[in-house]
T-cell receptor, first 109, second 114 residues
Framework: SQQGEEDPQALSIQEGENATMNCSYK?????LQWYRQNSGRGLVHLIL?????REKHSGRLRVTLDTSKKSSSLLITASRAADTASYFC?????????FGTGTQLKVEL | DSGVTQTPKHLITATGQRVTLRCSPR?????VYWYQQSLDQGLQFLIQ???????AKGNILERFSAQQFPDLHSELNLSSLELGDSALYFC?????????????FGPGTRLTVT
């Protein structure tokens, strides 16, 4: 069963706009990671945020983590058509990652 | 290119058959993970190996088994295949065995059971 649940399930925006995806999880975590998957291809790691961190940036990505609410958000600024993909959060605890259900992002020209 | 290779890319087989999927991790990575991705179940963790030994088990069926060899490549064996086993199977690797490390995913093997 999935630990994380992403919201929204699907998101369609215009190029240049910002995209925000949310992830909620159920149990305590050591870290939370975000991955991107282009259609039918392998997942690509985007960013890792540890449980003692609240915010992290990487290029056009901004991730926040609120452990009290058991939630995280991924913000992609100034989106591009190439950002079209599915985005998954993954919660880390013990030896394994548990992936959420994903948000399908479509960036239109 | 993640540095993780998987073969074959596609596999079509009949129900009841047995197949072997192969994965070579990134150079230097000791840990290998196997995942199954299907439309109805999403991305499911199957099993993890670290330096040749099983480290964690997820939703892996008894009909499935895996191993990691001394050269660190891994194989996932699927037997008595059913239609519901049709899915994308991903292998991922990481430098260490804990969940605090990013995982590098291979391109996947698409299995179709007819």
């Amino acid at each position: 069963s999935q630990q994380g649940e992403e919201d929204p399930q699907a998101l369609s925006i215009q190029e240049g706009e910002n995209a925000t995806m949310n992830c909620s999880y159920k149990t305590s975590i050591n870290n939370l990671q975000w991955y991107r998957q282009n259609s039918g291809r392998g997942l690509v790691h985007l960013i890792l945020i540890r449980s003692n961190e609240r915010e992290k940036h990487s290029g056009r990505l901004r991730v926040t983590l609120d452990t009290s609410k058991k939630s995280s958000s991924l913000l992609i600024t100034a989106s591009r058509a190439a950002d079209t993909a599915s985005y998954f959060c993954a919660t880390g605890g013990g030896n394994k990652l548990t992936f959420g259900t994903g948000t399908q992002l479509k960036v239109e020209l | 290119d993640s540095g993780v290779t998987q073969t074959p890319k596609h596999l079509i087989t009949a129900t009841g058959q047995r197949v072997t999927l192969r994965c070579s991790p990134r150079s230097g990575d000791l840990s290998v993970y196997w995942y199954q991705q299907s439309l109805d179940q999403g991305l499911q963790f199957l099993i993890q190996y670290y330096n040749g030994e099983e480290r964690a088990k997820g939703n892996i069926l008894e009909r499935f088994s895996a191993q990691q060899f001394p050269d660190l490549h891994s194989e996932l064996n699927l037997s008595s295949l059913e239609l519901g086993d049709s899915a994308l199977y991903f292998c991922a690797s990481s430098v260490s065995g804990g969940a605090s490390y990013e995982q590098y995913f291979g391109p996947g093997t698409r299995l179709t059971v007819t």
